[in-house]
């Protein structure tokens, strides 16, 4: 926010009363960052007249008047426009484009906002060479694969053998009844649904950028009877919620599936409030471990971080959890594993986790890479061999978990 960073960003106190948990009581703020040719918007954008909007106008027409190729219009957070503020930028990229014949303007929108894409493609007739990109599209690596209802039997499996264990552990990392709690990439929803139904929160916002993940979150809460949890479409990586909002904030299994995981720490550090927890839990995959047959169930879990890898996915992550922690600025890091075992409950449970990472792994990974069948019988044989491994009567089968949490300076 400094002149030195080339940066202006000014503030202007248009009030927005929002109902829903994300960007409630936002203002309108501008920025331009010379370094990207990036000018932003963000909050609401609601004015009586174009005159409350001179100081952003006056800013946007001294950026563009002075870059060359491309401007980037970022609307990446801009929550609502008016007719009037939506006709001031229409008229700003007009004037922008006849005053500099060679600029192109490129506006960034997101599928979180509903109506941004379509309403912002009007502006492509404004002027040549204004174009608009819809920038979650494809904005990692793994989404194609995270995003597929595939997923879904691997998310409903794993927590049936995780929650006994994060029942217990949550409140070794501070959580409290009444807490204000946001569960970032909430995947099917269970997590924040057992959450709220254990832990007697004040709220719970469960946020995910796969659409058909938080149709069956919304519909199993339903079902449940759990209402205090509110499901909502977003980028962790960019999220609209406000700064310092929420007392404990979660992150589990998720860290390892984005390509930048300092990114969604940054956000899960600025949400949490001055005081609050964020708490995260990752795997290491190549760890987990079976007997008997250890030798197979190795070599196929290590071939899925290989995998996981190919796809821009890093399911080691697991220990390196706490110094992404101490990167981000939290304190008081607290950090533990626990291993997932056939001996948890009903060995089954176990062996269906294991299926469901089968069908996934080899069936679907594997193939879209393009292994060889050698491979993908070798691979699947590993599967098979830690199934039986978790049914065996005298077997042992593992599957080990890092959580750590920290502390938002006060
Ligand atoms: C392995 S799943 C874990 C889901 C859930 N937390 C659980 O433990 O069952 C990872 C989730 O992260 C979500 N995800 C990945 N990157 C995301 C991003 N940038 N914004 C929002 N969600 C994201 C995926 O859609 C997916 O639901």
Redesign the pocket.
Known sequence: MTEPEKTIRRRHEQTAARPSGQGAGRGFAFHYDENNQEFVLAGVMTPQDTAALAPMSEAFGAAAARLRGTMFLNVKKLLRVNVCGFRELSRLISIACENNPELAIRIITTSVIAWSSRRFERLKSVAPRVEVEQYDDA??PG?GV??DTS?VPI?RT??KMTWRHERDILPRHGLKPKMRIA??????G??AALVARTFDPAEVVA????QG?LAYARKVAAELGVRRVEYVH????SLLLEDDRFDFVT????LQ??DRPEL?LKELFRICRPGGRVYISNEKNSHCLGEPRADSIQWSYTEVARLWEHFGMDIELGPKSRRLMMDTGLEDIRMESFMVTNLDGDPQDFADVVAAWESVYVDRMAVERGDSEEFIARFRKGFHDHISAALHPKGYAGWPIWVASGQKPL
């Open positions: 904005f990692y989404q995270l995003e997923f998310l794993q927590t569960d970032i990439c909430c995947g099917i269970d997590f946020v995910d950028h796969a993940s977003g980028d962790a990586a992150c589990r299994h998720s599936v984005f969604i």
